[in-house]
């Protein structure tokens, strides 16, 4: 495991040497020099010369300086994130993104060493333009949909109101104390603190992602601070040009002030409109690749990042914009597209936002060592402190209120890691490069530096462990017994169906009705004709298979000796069962089940697994109801056989493939056989099939257990 | 909300049925739009088939059992009164009406809405859960996450917690003992119902 720490040192020796080798200024030699014997090093191209004759080997680095510079930088860094998956114990305490920066500073302090001059750091364009679109790219096209739409009232609450509360509350405390603190601070003014505020009040994906990967956070949580991250975005953007052209302007009337407000408007809708024209195109243009199923995967790619350029151009949100159209050309071009394409999209997503990511904290160390730092105490750590504070009474506050609307109340420990895991990160560091200089711009500098470092590796490190302890006080508090958690829960399963029932007016009635017009209309038009659901049975369960192919595995801790059934319980067996309950029980209906790791995609799978459900499917009838998903059979006199009935209940849940291979189940009843697409059989020709799809379902009973939880993620 | 009394006469026995579940006649409106919607052939009843239809339904680990819940044991079929009767245990207790008291026990009452979740779990009626209808629920609820070893423990643990009378099964009394620190009212309560 040394010997791969030892490489990224090799390369960044390698990468200095080819930096320090090329000298400030440049003459480019032409090839056909006057013949000199000998060797001639000093303008980087090393021949050896025959008098008049052909050279044999010579080298010439500056043809391909830049992008060699540039390929040594994105080796460096993969070579470190590999570096840190192999390194043992270290990724349980220390998450990524800190290792990555604190490469970045070894990297960065050897060059300035090297060189006695500041290394080469991040410019905001090459940030903006090409770091950060894969990140959001991929962030975007990997939402849960149904999870972000359902919690989007939270989120824009948290977005909108959150941000403006922390950025006008940093900037008017900043102001207060550069007040107080008249003699160091006094040529701060009122709307530099504001600008300030703003660009260090934005939660960064990024870091946020980052952090989050190595935590056990539920689903639902990570969409809240997730989705809020990226919507601030169009918030924090807008604020930030606001205050800076208000900075440009000679003084500022109410008027200007209104105007602003409404370009926040304007900005976040433009954003959101220009990414849906470019993914219905994405998804107008999927349709007709099936003859050059080889760059389908570019349309992806293309699209949406012109959607971000054009947002870009206009001034409007490019994040909003990459996302919409991310969330929009999916659905579409995953049924147009063949499924070798929708693997390589993914699989490039996934890896060009890794490279980006790993770039942007590599940077983010390396543009930390420079010669541009002003240091001032009251500033710099007041604004720390202000940071915390203000986001925490932000986040208690928003929590407070859009609880009482919430069905799935935020909890105190969800609280807690939304308010500490406020990560800021790359954004506010471009952000604050880009100000118009001012005397005290380099404090700025320094002070955004520090409290990205400190919100990295201090709250990120310490994270993880403050919530286990929240947990286990938690716990130690309020010991619910077997029975009430199980009653609990069957009462939220209730609960959840009986909404169903009845149909939860006014949320999903909206919903409802976008699926309606996307199925007469959308669908039609962007979705190839051969690969139009002949029913919604069928796109639920492709999209299962699909899922499943992409889903994580969760082993079931081990538990008591199944021989001491009959003696009371111990103490340690009754907290493991306790621990197994409120980890599989609190998922389901409320959908908070364990968010996707960003790094891993697919585990194992089988190219072929795909073909089998959907000729086994278009065997079924079609049922023409416009939402059927199921269908239920039923005795004769209309209530449910015992063993049916628990079948059925157990079908439901098991829509799709593989079952566990040590479940026993599968022997102990009948039901557990039933998993596999039972609930789509007629009923009559059900008793035939189960034994076939069973010996099915049992061959591919080698692979992993598809993890209960996915099937009510989609819904309806 | 603008519902006249015209439209509520689509509705039979509308007043009896404000009286008896505590629903206004907007809200029984939209239930009734609501039926109206859930039973697509428009035979004025709901049949198993149109609740399957609904997909979170589907989805739920107890589907199953919600939509047998709704129908009375041997029915095929459900007419909109006994649609609003099931609903309304699911509306949120007035804790600051007290008629009395002495009245007939409405709908929503604590002790209705344990018996509706208890139904969950008793199939068979018999007034007891046994342990295998527990293992069945957990077995629905828990899935294929847990082996059989551990699923028969948490049943076990559950029976011995709660069965108070030692007849290896939980009876509704000892239901809603095992309940009482639990807050039914809120959490069995759908808060739009009101």
């Known amino acids: 495991m040394a010997a791969l720490w030892t490489l990224p040192l090799l390369l960044s020796a390698s990468l200095l040497g080819c930096l320090t080798l090329t000298p400030p200024n440049e003459r480019p030699q032409p090839h056909n020099l006057p013949p000199s014997l000998g060797i001639n090093s000093s303008d980087g191209s090393l021949s050896v010369d025959l008098p008049m004759a052909l050279r044999v080997f010579s080298m010439d680095y500056h043809h391909v300086q830049a992008p060699f510079e540039i390929v040594l930088w994105i080796m460096l860094a993969s070579l470190a994130k590999l570096g840190f998956h192999w390194s043992g114990r270290v990724p349980a305490v220390v998450p990524e993104s800190c290792v990555l920066i604190m490469v970045g ?31 959001v790219l991929d962030a975007g096209y990997f939402l849960p949909g149904r999870l972000f739409f359902e919690n989007l009232g939270t989120i824009l609450w948290y977005a909108v109101l959150g941000t403006l509360w922390n950025v006008l509350g940093i ?36 870091a946020v992602l980052s952090v989050f990967q ?80 080889v760059i389908a995967p570019l349309f992806v790619f293309l699209y949406s990042y012109l959607s971000y350029l054009t947002s870009e151009m206009l001034h409007l949100s490019g994040i909003m914009a990459i996302v919409t159209c991310a969330v929009t050309m999916k659905q579409y071009v995953e049924a147009n ?152 829960r069957l009462i939220d399963h209730l609960l959840a169906g009986i909404e169903d029932v009845v149909g939860y007016w006014g ?58 059934l009959g003696r009371p319980l111990l103490p340690e067996e009754m907290e493991s069962i306790r621990r197994i309950l409120s980890r599989n029980l609190q998922n389901f209906n409320n959908k908070q089940t364990p968010a996707y790791s960003r790094h891993t995609l697919h585990q194992d799978t089988t190219v072929n697994r795909t073909r089998k ?22 005795g004769e006199d209309g209530a449910l056989s015992e063993p049916q009935r628990a079948r059925t209940g157990l079908s439901r849940s098991h829509t799709v493939c593989s079952i566990s291979p040590r479940s026993t189940l599968l022997d102990s ?12 059989d007629p009923k009559a020709a059900r008793e035939n099939r189960v034994s076939p799809k069973q010996q099915e379902t049992m061959e591919r009973a080698s692979r992993k257990h598809l993890s209960f939880v996915f099937e009510n993620e989609k819904q309806q | 909300m603008g519902s006249s009394s015209s439209s509520l006469n689509k509705i039979p026995n509308a007043q009896e049925l404000m009286q008896e579940t505590g629903f206004s006649a907007a809200h029984l409106l939209r239930l009734y739009e609501r039926f109206e919607w859930l039973d697509r052939d428009n035979r004025g009843n709901l049949s198993p088939e149109d609740f399957e239809a609904l997909g979170g339904l589907a989805m739920n680990p107890i589907g199953g059992r919600i939509i047998c819940a709704f129908f009375s044991p041997g029915q095929d079929t459900m007419d909109f009164p006994s649609f609003v009767r099931i609903l309304a245990h699911f509306r949120p207790t007035d804790r ?99």
């Open chain 1, 105 to 135: 500073l070894l990297v960065g302090g050897v060059i300035y060493g090297v060189r006695h001059s500041a290394p080469p750091t991040l410019s905001a364009d090459a940030f903006f333009l090409f770091l950060l679109p894969p990140i």
């Open chain 1, 171 to 206: 900037g008017l405390s900043l102001y207060g104390v550069c007040l107080l603190a008249h003699s160091s601070l006094g040529d701060v003014s009122l709307l530099h603190c504001l600008l300030f505020g703003s660009l260090i009040a934005a939660v960064d994906p990024v």
């Open chain 1, 214 to 293: 190595e935590m056990q956070v539920n689903e639902q949580l990570h969409i809240l601070v997730f989705g809020e991250s990226l919507l601030n975005d169009a918030v924090t953007v807008v604020l930030y040009k606001l205050f800076e052209s208000f900075l440009r302007l000679p003084m500022v009337s109410g008027l200007d002030v209104l105007l602003g407000g409404c370009r926040v408007v304007v900005v976040g809708i433009g954003g959101l409109c220009v990414g849906l024209f470019f993914g219905l195109l994405a998804a107008l243009t999927s349709r007709f690749t099936s003859r050059a199923q």
């Open chain 1, 337 to 488: 597209v063949s499924e070798r394409s929708n693997t390589s999209i993914q699989y490039f997503l996934k890896m060009w936002s890794s490279v980006s990511e790993t770039l942007i904290f590599i940077f983010l160390g390396v543009s930390t060592i420079q010669d541009v730092h002003m240091w001032s105490w009251p500033f710099v750590c007041s604004t720390l402190l202000l940071c915390l504070i203000w986001r925490a009474t932000g986040v208690l506050l928003l929590t407070a209120v859009v609880n009482k609307l919430r069905r799935n109340a935020v909890t105190f420990r969800d609280q807690f890691i939304i308010a500490y895991g406020g990560l800021r990160g790359a954004i506010c560091f471009s952000l604050v490069f880009l100000i118009d200089d001012f005397p005290k711009k380099r404090l700025f500098i320094t002070t955004t530096i520090v409290v990205i470092l400190f919100t990295v590796f201090v709250q990120g490190m310490t994270i993880k462990p403050l919530v286990e302890l929240l947990d286990v006080k938690r716990k130690k508090r309020a010991l619910p017994t077997v029975s009430e958690e199980i009653h609990s």
């Open chain 1, 507 to 564: 949320q999903h009635y909206w919903k409802d009705k976008f699926e309606h017009f996307n199925k007469k209309y959308l669908c039609r038009f962007l979705i190839r004709n051969d690969h139009q659901a002949s029913s919604s049975i069928l796109r639920v369960y492709q999209e299962l298979e699909r899922r499943e192919q992409r889903g994580d595995e969760e082993e079931a801790p081990p538990l008591v000796d199944p021989r001491s």
């Open chain 1, 613 to 634: 459900p959907l000729y086994r499917h278009q065997s079924l009838g079609e049922r023409s109801s416009y939402n059927t998903i199921t269908h239920f059979p039923q």
């Open chain 1, 669 to 680: 009843s009948v039901s557990a056989g039933s998993a596999p697409t039972r609930s789509m």
């Open chain 2, 96 to 194: 600051h009406r007290n008629k009395g008291g002495t009245q007939q026990e409405l709908p929503n009452s604590r002790n209705r809405k344990l018996k509706f979740a208890f139904q969950l779990y008793d199939m068979d009626r018999d007034g007891k859960i046994s342990r295998e209808e527990l293992l069945q629920v957990l077995r629905a609820m828990l899935g294929l996450q847990v082996t059989e070893e551990q699923l028969q423990s948490i049943a076990e643990r559950a029976i011995k917690e709660a069965d108070l009378d030692k007849d290896d099964a939980i009876s509704f009394e000892e239901f809603k003992k095992s309940l009482e620190k639990v807050n039914i009212e809120e959490k069995m309560s759908i808060g739009f119902l009101q």
